[in-house]
Nanobody
Framework: VQLVESGGGSVQAGDSLRLSCAAA????????TGWFRQAPGKQRELVAT???????KYADSVKGRFTISRDNAKNTVALQMNSLKPEDTAVYYC?????????????????WGQGTQVIVSS
């Protein structure tokens, strides 16, 4: 199984970025998938998840600004990030969890992507 992220970069506060995760070896519509992030000196934290059924959950810090979505035809998962803040600066990781799961914390992740850097300047 391989997860490959793309779309990171350096932006100004208030800008938008769209991250994409292409999955190989698993059909993402059958598994819970999500995005985690890790800022320098901090623990990795959950950002958003989407279940096989399409239910979504978000960290309080990103609610209303970030949207997770899935393209079943392309077998990809995306994270649209709007109104970015400097505190969103982190390495963002795509994650794939168990088949049919409705919840995923870091301990339930089966596969990780390599990560993509997001830097938000004030």
């Amino acid at each position: 199984v391989q997860l490959v992220e793309s779309g990171g970069g350096s932006v100004q506060a208030g800008d938008s970025l769209r991250l994409s995760c292409a999955a190989a070896g698993r059909t993402v519509s059958r598994y819970i998938t999500g995005w985690f992030r890790q800022a320098p000196g901090k623990q990795r934290e959950l950002v958003a998840t989407i279940t096989g059924g399409g239910s979504t959950k978000y960290a309080d810090s990103v609610k209303g600004r970030f949207t997770i979505s899935r393209d079943n035809a392309k077998n990809t998962v995306a994270l649209q990030m709007n109104s970015l803040k400097p505190e969103d600066t982190a390495v963002y990781y795509c994650a794939l969890g168990p088949w049919g799961a409705t919840f995923m914390s870091e301990g339930e992740v089966d596969y990780w992507g390599q990560g993509t850097q997001v830097i938000v300047s004030s």
